[in-house]
């Protein structure tokens, strides 16, 4: 009996650092694609045609030898298998650590615990939710509040955080993101073994911040200088 419960706690542990290792690698892969994409939506500082020349040209990487999009599409699979990967990782963990821990120790824990580390799961459903509304807006239905065309990429990023609202949600948006970036920058770092002395530690949540800060404040800024008139058509 003593045998078995080993094993099956050896391999519990086992599955639950794998688990981290795929939260920490698909979180990695994300980072690297807002990143990009953040410095995308910084062309519209340079004007309607820079902005529609980046919009058209990551349509057409790999062309000829790769149908229109098709790049696009490969990276389009790796996003949703890594958010899967995520996603599922992070539910099955957060259920393992419910039931092992005690009440007590989970109130004490979450006295000590950073802000961001405590918002991490509703962060993550923000981030989900606002991702949908993202993809509805901008990629899949192309949907414009104010009425206009849908054709044109610039025009309905001028349109959409001309649009008070949609810009207030976009920040809120981005505030859970840099939270989540923060944590989970410092998580990753933890999991790939970085944080094993004090300073380690410390250079692992100034990294979580630069990341966090850097990523959400660059997409914050689009949709603050479009709704005060410095980006308009």
Sequence with gaps: MATTELVKGVRSTRSTIALKLLMAASGIVFILFVLVHMYGNLKAFSGHDAYNEYAEHIRTIGTPMLPREGLLWVIRAVLIVSLVAHVTSAIVLWRRAGNARPVRYQVKRNAASSFSSRTMRWGGITILLFLIWHLINFTIGKVNVTGGATNDPYNLLVDSFDTWWLTVIYLI????????????????CQTLGFTNTVASRTRARIFGWIVAIVIAGGFSLVPLFTLFGVIDK
């Design 173 to 188: 948006a981005m505030l859970a993101l840099g939270l989540h970036l923060h944590h989970g920058t410092f998580s990753a």
